[in-house]
């Protein structure tokens, strides 16, 4: 790999789960879930993750707590903690910083690093992976798995090949006969809408997806046919993007009571806004289009956007009031609802401060 770019992709093991276990002992030895309990939330949300106890049973992430309560009833639920997993997050990537400035994080427990310039001039990206799994675990009593090859899409693969505590190695001559031995579900990309059509198709591994040609990936597939076509031949010029922009922020909250006024709407709306500013200013961010997104109790989830030429200015009050014009667009009468979001998209950093016109002015004063 000397005349390659060495990347490293870094996946926690279970990392929900792992820290409460952590902190919590007597979670190692049963089948733990985090999310809310279904019995004491009307059956209600998803699971964030579980651990490898409650996998064997079937639980997945994204899976429904109800389901995970019927695949394992003596499951134990535990309410995620958000706060304390990015504080164990920032611990990590003080870690990577050791390594690299070319990191790019994907979510709380998942990052890019690009080694093949190091901060500890070191050639081999296998003592490197090595030695940082090493740190992660003697800072945090957390294990991780490592993949580690040429491109991004070979170095994912490669981290979840053997989880948990697995390093795995790709190098270019070794990329086909790895990727054509991959059962086709393996491939980024081909999901749950995607799998059976690859299997109408014939296409049940990498060896049969690299025997399709391009016109009928394209065909069947669009754009993502041609980034398959590619993968499969070992195939990703991505780079690693050390700073990567974030395009939007929000909060939303769902009620077990759905709200039925419009004082209640109007309080739940003032405390996400306030979340949402508090995140701009903690951020230096600001947006230019404001999203409201409503979810009634029939499950029918409805969104409305404002887009100023100006940013919002990062204020309670100027969300609230934009908020609830839009929200007398989705529903204004017969008030049901059971989830609410508050999002700002096409951010910049605030670097400067922005002239805000007054909401209303004097007639007079605008002849």
């Given at each position: 790999m000397h005349q390659e770019r060495k990347i490293i992709h870094v996946d926690m093991d279970s990392f929900y789960a792992s820290i409460e276990m952590r902190d919590h002992p007597a979670y190692r030895q049963v089948p733990l879930v985090i999310a809310r309990d279904p019995r004491h939330a009307n059956g209600?949300?998803?699971?964030?993750?579980?651990?490898?106890?409650?996998?064997?049973?079937?639980?997945?992430?994204?899976?429904?707590?109800?389901?995970?309560?019927?695949?394992?009833?003596?499951?134990?639920?535990?309410?995620?903690?958000?706060?304390?997993?990015?504080?164990?997050?920032?611990?990590?990537?003080?870690?990577?910083?050791?390594?690299?400035?070319?990191?790019?994080?994907?979510?709380?427990?998942?990052?890019?690093?690009?080694?093949?310039?190091?901060?500890?001039?070191?050639?081999?990206?296998?003592?490197?992976?090595?030695?940082?799994?090493?740190?992660?675990?003697?800072?945090?009593?957390?294990?991780?798995?490592?993949?580690?090859?040429?491109?991004?899409?070979?170095?994912?693969?490669?981290?979840?090949?053997?989880?948990?505590?697995?390093?795995?190695?790709?190098?270019?001559?070794?990329?086909?006969?790895?990727?054509?031995?991959?059962?086709?579900?393996?491939?980024r990309g081909v999901g749950k809408k995607t799998l059976p059509r690859m299997h109408e198709l014939g296409i049940f591994s990498g060896q049969d997806l690299y025997n399709c040609s391009l016109k009928k990936l394209q065909q069947h597939f669009g754009k993502m046919g041609f980034i398959l076509y590619q993968r499969v031949r070992g195939e990703d010029n991505r780079v690693v993007q050390a700073t990567r922009k974030r395009k939007s922020l929000g909060k939303e909250r769902t009620f077990d009571t759905p709200l039925c006024s419009q004082e209640e709407v109007e309080e739940q709306l003032k405390r996400l806004a306030q979340k949402v500013t508090t995140q701009m200013q903690k951020k230096q961010k600001q947006g230019q289009t404001l999203v409201l997104k409503v979810r009634n109790s029939r499950y029918q989830t409805m969104t409305k956007r404002l887009t100023q030429r100006d940013f919002f200015t990062n204020d309670?009050?100027?969300?609230?009031?934009?908020?609830?014009?839009?929200?007398?667009?989705?529903?204004?009468?017969?008030?049901?609802?059971?989830?609410?979001?508050?999002?700002?998209?096409?951010?910049?950093?605030?670097?400067?401060?922005?002239?805000?016109?007054?909401?209303?002015?004097?007639?007079?004063?605008?002849?």
């Open positions: 209600k949300g998803v699971v964030a993750t579980a651990n490898y106890i409650a996998r064997q049973y079937g639980v997945h992430s994204a899976m429904s707590c109800a389901q995970a309560l019927k695949l394992c009833p003596q499951a134990v639920f535990k309410r995620p903690d958000f706060d304390k997993y990015r504080q164990v997050s920032e611990q990590i990537h003080a870690i990577f910083r050791q390594y690299t400035d070319i990191i790019e994080p994907i979510a709380l427990d998942e990052a890019y690093l690009d080694v093949t310039e190091n901060k500890l001039n070191e050639c081999s990206a296998i003592k490197l992976a090595h030695d940082l799994q090493q740190k992660i675990y003697a800072k945090t009593q957390l294990t991780c798995s490592v993949g580690i090859s040429y491109n991004k899409f070979l170095a994912k693969l490669s981290s979840e090949y053997r989880k948990p505590m697995g390093l795995t190695v790709v190098r270019k001559e070794e990329a086909q006969a790895f990727l054509l031995a991959l059962p086709i579900q393996d491939f309670v009050a100027t969300l609230v009031f934009y908020s609830l014009q839009l929200f007398e667009q989705i529903q204004p009468e017969n008030i049901d609802v059971r989830l609410l979001g508050l999002t700002l998209t096409g951010l910049d950093d605030a670097s400067y401060q922005n002239i805000v016109l007054p909401l209303w002015q004097n007639e007079n004063e605008m002849k």
